[in-house]
């Protein structure tokens, strides 16, 4: 383990953060809220100190391998989780350091969970805050670092897998800091021109700079108690809708839409699986709402906007879907495991997981009827190594696991199953409301701080793809060498 680069790497986070916490900070002394400035300036100091004993000496050896990267990874979310919840704390914006703790885990995994009652009483710096966690956490604090960083070499690929969703994570230019310099430029792009075109529908500005935040991080975070239902403006709706849409695609796709190869988007499988999913279960949910709405198109509207909010785990609401039929809520909780797209912001499974998972399962069939021929998968015409489909099973019965488990630790609250096992689904998948006492409406001030931070656990699990969490409780990770 090469623990000097790891100190300098975190450390670095660390400063970055503090860097980020001036945009707060500022924004605290255009309102003039002092409170919250003094708790911002505070916390910046503490993470500047802290990031400069950590780097003060750079390592002769900068080689990052694999199971470095993974528990860099981990410590790093970890780390800025705890930091980033200080203003919250210091600034007595959310009572309890657990509290304080589960927002801001929720924040930066942008799974949107929330324990606040009353999110308009909040100072406009700490909602500011509240939503930038999650634009950060949506490209990855550490996808940004290998973008600045100038000591970065090709190594550092272990850093991006570590952190970014997906069974399969490649370069798509020959070096890394490209690629994650390509990969900051697309989600800067876009998050600014979902901004523009908010506020020049009505928005106002603070509001359309933080939604757009939620959105490209795909977390869910509002500023109004009611979410985006408040501004009950069908056109605020409709371009949410296609940028919840957007952010939950991979972002390799714009990569060939930038270089014109427009064959490999077209040929794309799992976009291909993705708008099938979102377009059946639009189609399906309209006919099921129909007699709640007074017109096709409003039932068409708040089908495609909780259909993308729960699929690309953005959790924004626009109703009350607990009250929908039954056929509703359960296709919703269905696209709660799916998720969204490997390579993009969003959580859950992943349809390219799922893809492989379907295409294994035909394999066994074909070779139960064929014992003696030899099925190859493919993804887009692709020969997927049994490396990766190895990986997929493997993260699929942990990822159960891990479910059932944090549900049975849930259950100690006594609260109703719809409750307990949807608010586990929500947070491992990164999405945020769920059914029952979590729905749309609701939130998780409820919970007892051991299952609070028992969902925290699962926030990470779910964001970090498991492996990167796990590895820390390993001990032959901790050795200076395996074995």
């Known amino acids: 383990m090469n623990y000097h680069m790891m100190a300098y790497i975190l450390g670095n986070i660390l400063r970055v953060e503090g860097l980020f916490l001036c945009a707060p900070a500022l924004i605290a002394i255009f309102y003039g809220e002092r409170k919250a400035l003094i708790a911002f300036l505070l916390t910046i100091g503490i993470a500047l100190l802290v990031g400069t004993i950590f780097v003060k000496a750079e390592p002769k050896d900068k080689k990052i391998y694999g199971r470095e990267g993974f528990v860099i990874v981990a410590l790093a979310w970890i780390i800025m989780s705890i930091f980033g919840a200080m203003p919250f704390y210091f600034s007595g914006a959310i009572d309890g350091v657990v509290n304080c703790f589960f927002e801001t885990v929720s924040g930066f995994t942008t799974t949107g969970a929330s324990i606040l009652k009353d999110i308009e009483s909040l100072p406009m710096s700490i909602l500011f805050w509240r939503s930038f966690t999650h634009w950060i956490g949506g490209m990855g604090i550490l996808v940004f670092m290998l973008a600045i960083m100038p000591a970065v070499d090709e190594r550092s690929m272990h850093l991006m897998r570590a952190e970014a969703p997906g069974p399969v994570v490649s370069k798509l230019v020959p070096k890394v800091k490209a690629t994650a310099k390509l990969l900051y430029g697309i989600y800067i792009v876009l998050t600014l021109l979902q901004i ?153 499974i992943k349809v390219s997981r799922l893809i492989i998972l379907l295409k294994m399962a035909g394999r066994e069939i074909r070779h139960i009827v064929h014992p003696r021929s030899i099925n190859i998968i493919k993804l887009d015409d692709h020969k997927v190594d049994e490396e990766i489909v190895r990986g997929v099973t493997g993260f699929i019965i942990v990822y159960l696991f891990i479910t059932f488990g944090s549900f049975l ?75």
């Open 196 to 348: 523009v075109l908010l506020f020049v529908g009505g928005m106002p500005l603070f509001d359309s700079i933080v939604n757009s935040f939620s959105t490209a991080g795909t977390g869910g975070f509002s500023i109004r108690n009611a979410s985006i239902a408040a501004y009950n403006r069908p056109y605020f709706e409709y371009i949410i809708t296609i940028f919840m849409f957007l952010f939950s695609l991979n972002f390799n796709l714009y990569h060939f839409l930038l270089i014109k190869d427009t064959k490999n988007v077209f040929k794309n499988e799992e976009l291909k699986y993705y708008l099938f999913i979102i377009l059946g279960s639009i189609g399906i949910i309209t006919v099921n709402i129909l007699s709640l709405y007074p017109t096709v198109e409003s039932a068409f509207r708040h089908a495609a906007f909780q259909v993308l909010s729960i699929i690309s785990t953005s959790g924004f609401a626009t109703a009350n879907y607990d009250l929908w039929p039954e056929l509703s809520k359960s296709l919703l909780m269905i696209l709660i495991i799916v998720g969204a797209c490997g390579g993009s912001t969003g959580g859950g």
């Open 409 to 483: 630790l849930i259950s100690l609250n006594n609260f109703d199953f719809t409750t307990s096992m949807t608010s586990v689904l929500t947070c491992v998948g990164n999405v945020g409301p769920g059914l029952g006492m979590v729905g749309p409406v609701e939130n998780y001030s409820f919970f007892s701080d051991f299952s609070k931070l028992v969902l925290c656990l699962d926030m990470l699990l779910g964001r970090l793809e498991i492996f990167p969490i796990i590895m820390l409780f390993a001990p032959s990770v901790w050795r200076r060498s395996y074995m």
